[in-house]
């Protein structure tokens, strides 16, 4: 039979092909599961692996990962289209495609007329807060409304993350116990800060091209420019304020307290802020505000900006 497992849900395939996985006995499946890279697989194997026989089980499984993606049109493509047709029925022949890929070729057709399709996306809204709600149960726990839309806020959509924060939660609450808004807020880290800790982290040791790819990964992820922008300067004053504090002997915790933030946010700032000078941070500051001040008054744009501010710091 044929399977064609994709989607930018990387928890999603996983879980799908898992369940195929399953269905080989797992004392043999290392006999009767094959693996294969569909970048440099030549069609000689693939048709090697699915004409294999079964060994002690009814089935073989044989995975090709990425070959749409990157298999080009033409006498390859065409053959492997034929052999398609007559794949033994004692193989599962999964295809796992971890990227886009073209949806117009003569394989994807095929496949959609004859494979088994499980297109798996990131949930959302309802969807995602019912699927939350039935993980926990699956772990022993209850998991509150307010705590599963609050686990969302901070760690997205991202199947693999939120599975790994809530088996934590799960763990820190035991068997029968009950998550709230409390334990997420105590366990779960903002997985948007953690990304801009790493861009302040760049950017605190001067390292120019790092820095600037670690700013376009915020953007990448959806983040509006002027809310970096505005998390910029929130964590400048962190730094600054840290940087008084310490200076005045206080331990990490007592600066948390003073300073309003988790205690893994001060530990992490008074890391970054060893990279930076009063004069340092008063600069990028004020460089912040006046780029603030220019976009909104229809004088620069914030994310070249941005990126002037971070060539600037590093040089």
Not at 38 to 44: F, I, K, T
Not at 53 to 62: E, G, I, Q, S
């Amino acid at each position: 039979m044929l399977f064609l497992i994709y989607g930018p849900d990387e928890y999603g395939r996983s879980e799908a092909l898992a369940t195929l996985k399953a269905r080989v006995p797992a004392e043999v499946a290392d006999l009767n599961i094959t693996t294969l890279d569909g970048r440099r697989a030549m069609l000689d194997d693939l048709v090697a692996a699915c004409e294999a026989m079964p060994f002690l089980a009814d089935r073989r499984l044989v995975i090709v990962y990425d070959l749409l993606k990157h298999q080009k049109a033409g006498k390859d493509r065409d053959e492997l289209r034929t052999y398609l047709e007559r794949v033994p029925d004692a193989c599962d022949l999964i295809f796992v495609e971890s990227d886009d890929f073209d949806k117009r070729s003569s394989l994807f057709t095929f496949l959609k007329k004859h494979a088994e399709l499980r297109e798996c996306v990131p949930r959302e809204g309802a969807d995602l807060l019912r699927w939350l709600h039935d993980r926990a149960s699956n772990l022993g726990v209850t998991l509150d409304s307010d705590a599963a839309r609050r686990l969302t806020l901070l760690a997205g959509n991202d199947g693999r993350l939120l599975v790994t924060e809530l088996t934590k939660l799960a763990t820190f609450a035991g068997r029968g116990g009950r998550i709230t808004v409390r334990e997420v807020d105590l366990l779960v880290a903002d997985t948007q800060e953690q990304n801009l800790f790493a861009f302040i982290d760049e950017l605190s040791a001067r390292r120019r091209n790092a820095a600037l790819t670690a700013l376009r990964r915020l953007l990448d992820d959806g983040q509006a420019p002027q809310y970096i922008l505005f998390m910029m300067a929130r964590q400048v004053r962190i730094l600054l304020g840290v940087k008084d504090l310490a200076a005045q002997r206080l331990r990490p915790n007592d600066i948390a307290t003073q300073l309003g933030q988790k205690p893994f946010v001060i530990h992490k700032a008074i890391e970054q802020a060893r990279g930076f000078s009063y004069a340092d941070l008063r600069r990028l500051h004020q460089r912040l505000l006046e780029l603030d001040h220019a976009s909104k008054t229809g004088r620069a744009e914030i994310e070249a900006g941005l990126e002037l501010i971070v060539a600037d710091m590093c040089s």
